[in-house]
């Protein structure tokens, strides 16, 4: 049964659509074809597995699957087939915590014959006021593991032709709640690996290839659609003396520390990258010149701002920045020429300053 919602609506199941009978749990006609299925990195496909076809197969008329996002301990809901409105995200925070949240953190998959009635460590009856929403009272949550750890979750309830879940039921979904558990751990595998492809380790900046691929997707976007697209490019100032005295890990920090306030100056629709060792580049479309020289000075005053602490020392922290804005027919190649010398111009002009590159009229 799921967890959290908020209505009381109900809806009377259908009488045409009969599910499959509990005898056939066991066939391999009926559950290998669901395991192949989720066999994949298509997350609509999986779900859709679990809130259409699991519950078929165990004659519920009722399902919701959550995906567990580690980093904040919150559970997001990625499909669901209730009639009535249910939370789109589940903090796994909660004290005391609903029979969802339980199941997570135990790891273990909750078989409950009256949720009314059901006993649990921490839950208490303020967090069972969603059963009213269902035709019975029984549920099964199957916390979804793999390798050991939670990464979503499967709510399965309103048994239709029984008052509750059989021993058979149970063990079906202890079998496919594994296999759910490996597929989502494996699209989160792929997805990570493909972010270590495309960003800086130092800096989880994209990195010098992606930079490029984005930068010609955008040209080709300006092309279709018309627009500019400016660009930004800034180089460390002094970085050799920090990694000469201190050591290449205070460098090292100096450059977490720039692409961080780099990254802080710009909206969600630029792109930044870490285009060399000491060099940065920034990706502003459909932005006048004038507006990106604005964001790179801000970029020079966020810099050089404050101090990097390295070891009781005080390090003075400062950019030299080059702007650029290029029309459809520009390539990615001269885009990126023309903005460093704008930079390597700053650098000459005294560090910690922008330099605007400015088009040659013909």
């Not at 972010?195 to 800086?200: K, L, V």
């Amino acid at each position: 049964m799921d967890a959290q919602n908020a209505s009381d609506n109900t809806q009377p199941a259908s009488q045409n659509d009969q599910p499959t009978s509990a005898s056939s749990l066991n066939s391999l006609e009926v559950i290998t074809p669901l395991a192949k299925h989720l066999n994949c990195l298509d997350i609509k496909k999986i779900a859709e597995v679990c809130v259409t076809d699991l519950p078929k197969l165990l004659g519920a008329r009722l399902a919701s699957l959550y995906i567990l996002d580690e980093s904040s301990d919150i559970l997001h809901l990625q499909k669901n087939s209730h009639p009535f409105l249910v939370n789109n995200i589940v903090s796994l925070n909660q004290n005391p915590p609903s029979p969802m949240v339980a199941a997570v953190r135990s790891k273990e998959l909750m078989a409950i014959g009256d949720l009314e009635s059901h006993k649990s460590p921490g839950m208490d009856k303020t967090k069972r006021a969603f059963t009213q929403n269902y035709m019975t009272s029984s549920c099964i949550i199957a916390p979804l593991i793999c390798l050991g750890r939670v990464v979503g979750v499967l709510n399965i309830t309103d048994k239709i032709d029984a008052p509750e879940f059989t021993t058979e039921d149970v063990s079906v979904i202890e079998l496919f709640r594994q296999l759910i558990g490996a597929s989502i751990g494996n699209i989160n595998l792929f997805e990570k690996t493909q972010r270590q492809a495309e960003t800086d380790g130092l800096t989880g900046m994209l990195n010098h290839r992606t930079f490029y691929e984005t930068l010609e997707a955008e040209l080709r976007r300006s092309q279709r659609y018309g627009g500019q697209i400016s660009i930004i490019m800034a180089d460390v100032d002094n970085l050799k003396p920090i990694n000469d005295t201190h050591g290449h890990l205070a460098g090292d920090l100096a450059i977490k520390q720039i692409s961080r306030r780099i990254s802080a100056c710009i909206r969600q629709i630029d792109a930044a990258a870490r285009y060399g060792g000491d060099e940065f580049a920034i990706i502003l479309p459909n932005t006048s010149l004038s507006d990106a020289v604005v964001v790179a000075e801000r970029m020079v005053k966020m810099v050089s701002s404050s101090p990097m602490i390295w070891e009781q020392n005080q390090m003075n922290l400062s950019i030299s920045v080059g702007v650029g804005q290029y029309g459809s027919d520009a390539c990615a190649g001269d885009v990126t020429k023309a903005t460093d010398q704008a930079m390597y111009a700053a650098k000459q002009a005294g560090k910690n300053n922008v330099q605007v590159f400015q088009q040659q009229n013909t």
